[in-house]
């Protein structure tokens, strides 16, 4: 079911493309910020109870909703994982934006490239230089990748429609709390522990479906920091899988770097129908 999920999500995306802020995300804004309101007294424990209510919870109950359904009909559990996982991506979107703002950059029009990279999730960016834009642009590609593809892809891999939602729903969590008290802090830490794993998996991935040696290459040299973070791990590997250098590099890596989450995207799709195949 996992396998057929994903991979009907992935071709429905593609056909009919979800495009954010839905309607969702809107009320789910409201609603975090009624449980911030309400459940921030400062301390790790008041984030981490407030976590629970704004995502375990609502993660919680479209789980055991999808169990029923694929207890009582194969079909109906399949189209509800599917329906759950697609609320949770936007693929094609990354895509759009993607050939947008490289069009803007080629042009040499850094206002639209600005308001674009807000589209990405971006805060700051009047405060980017200018030759930086290209550099920053297909970061925020390979990190929207992650937060609104395969982190959502994995945890459904493994967890089914409760794993995509817990996910989908801390991303947002983790940029609209964000802040040094102990409250917010703590949400910070929950997403980079659901996106342990999935960073390296992807970082891994791209090096299979790019440059290889780069990649690692990349990757090793990162990892020898103390304590590299996921972004920096996401980055290290995705440049170097492109074959970017520490030059400004052109505006055609930002639909590279679109393309090459396409890719790892096949490698993925493969190994789940492997799985599959191998009843597992």
Request: charged share 15%; aromatic share 12%; proline share 4%.
């Amino acid at each position: 079911m996992i396998f057929w999920g994903a991979l009907l999500t992935l071709i429905w995306d593609q056909l009919s493309p979800l495009h954010r802020p839905t309607q969702f995300d809107r009320l789910f804004v409201r609603y975090s910020d009624w449980v911030l309101h309400h459940f921030n007294a400062g301390t790790h424990s008041h984030g981490l109870l407030a976590w629970t209510v704004a995502a375990l919870i609502p993660a919680l109950l479209v789980g055991l909703v999808g169990l029923a359904l694929g207890e009582s009909n194969y079909f109906l559990g399949l189209a509800w994982g599917a329906l759950v996982l697609y609320q949770c991506l936007g693929f094609r979107q990354i895509s759009q934006l993607a050939d947008e703002l490289q069009s803007a950059l080629h042009r040499g029009d850094q206002k639209n490239a600005r308001l674009l990279l807000v589209e990405f999730g971006l805060d700051n960016v009047d405060a980017i230089p200018a030759q930086e834009l290209n550099r920053v642009a297909v970061a925020q590609v390979l990190q929207l990748g992650l937060s609104r593809v395969y982190g959502p892809l994995f945890w459904f891999m493994l967890l089914g429609p409760f794993g995509a939602v817990a996910h989908a729903l801390s991303t947002p969590l983790a940029e609209r709390w964000r802040g040094d008290t102990d409250f917010r802090v703590m949400i910070g830490r929950i997403l980079n522990l659901l996106d342990w794993l999935p960073v390296r998996l992807l970082a891994f991935s791209f090096a299979i479906v790019g440059n290889f040696e780069e990649a690692m290459l990349s990757w090793r040299s990162n990892n020898s920091d103390d304590t590299p973070s996921n972004a920096a791990i996401l980055q290290a590997a995705g440049f170097g899988a492109l074959g970017m250098d520490d030059t400004s590099p052109d505006p055609d890596y930002v639909s590279g770097a679109a393309a090459l989450l396409k890719r790892a995207a096949l490698v993925w799709l493969a190994l789940l129908g492997l799985l599959w195949l191998g009843g597992l």
